[in-house]
């Protein structure tokens, strides 16, 4: 099972730096896992809503309507970190933390910073460790192209498998594809 700590690890030994023995070791290679670790989980899936960070969650209206343009106002979750989906609404905006709409229930489908990262695939880790590595690349190296050399890798290697490995294994197709609005012309969908 996947820990924080092993990430922690994996970041460090990437640095050629010496290894945590726990989270709650006070030398300076922890504090800047603990400095930088949320940090990168948060990036990491701002930029792909992996699987295991998804939550579907109803949200309660508040008392007060929207000053004008909407019926309804919905706090959005303390963890939200991006939204994939509003159940059944066609017409709504994201203001100040709060989904506006006119329909009075609020049922949504999000990327959570609260999750289980023991469910994280070895791909998805891989993509954490380097940019965890890269934000601490310069405190622990003195070296600027060592950051940009892992932040390189995350991207041109690391991210696009994760992704790939993502979409297979979930079967998803991203939003507004032409196969899931059943426009595709090479009959696939035409089953």
């Known amino acids: 099972m996947l820990t924080k700590l092993d990430i922690w690890n994996a970041a460090l030994q990437r640095l050629g730096a010496d290894t945590a023995a726990s989270e ?3 030398g300076t290679t922890s504090n800047l896992c603990r400095r930088y670790y949320d940090m990168s989980l948060n990036q990491l899936l701002r ?10 969650k109803e949200l ?3 008392a007060a309507a929207p000053v004008y343009g909407y019926a309804f106002s919905f706090p959005l979750p303390n963890d939200f970190i991006s939204l994939q989906e509003v159940q059944d609404h066609k017409e709504y905006v994201i203001e100040s933390g709060r989904i506006l709409s006119d329909i009075s229930e609020c049922r949504i489908l999000y990327v959570s910073s609260n999750c289980d990262i023991s469910r994280m695939t070895s791909d998805i880790a891989e993509c954490l460790i380097l940019l965890l590595a890269s934000k601490m690349a ?5 070296n600027p192209s060592i950051s940009q050399s892992l932040l390189d890798e995350f991207y041109k290697i ?3 498998s994760a992704r790939a490995a993502e979409l297979r294994d979930e079967k998803r197709i991203p939003a507004n594809n032409s196969w899931i609005d059943g426009q595709s012309t090479n009959g696939w969908l035409d089953e």
């Open 24 to 26: 709650y070791d006070t």
């Open 47 to 56: 930029i792909f809503p992996f699987s295991f960070a998804l939550k579907r």
């Open 60 to 62: 309660a209206s508040e």
């Open 138 to 142: 310069f405190a622990l190296t003195n």
């Open 158 to 160: 690391a991210l696009p």
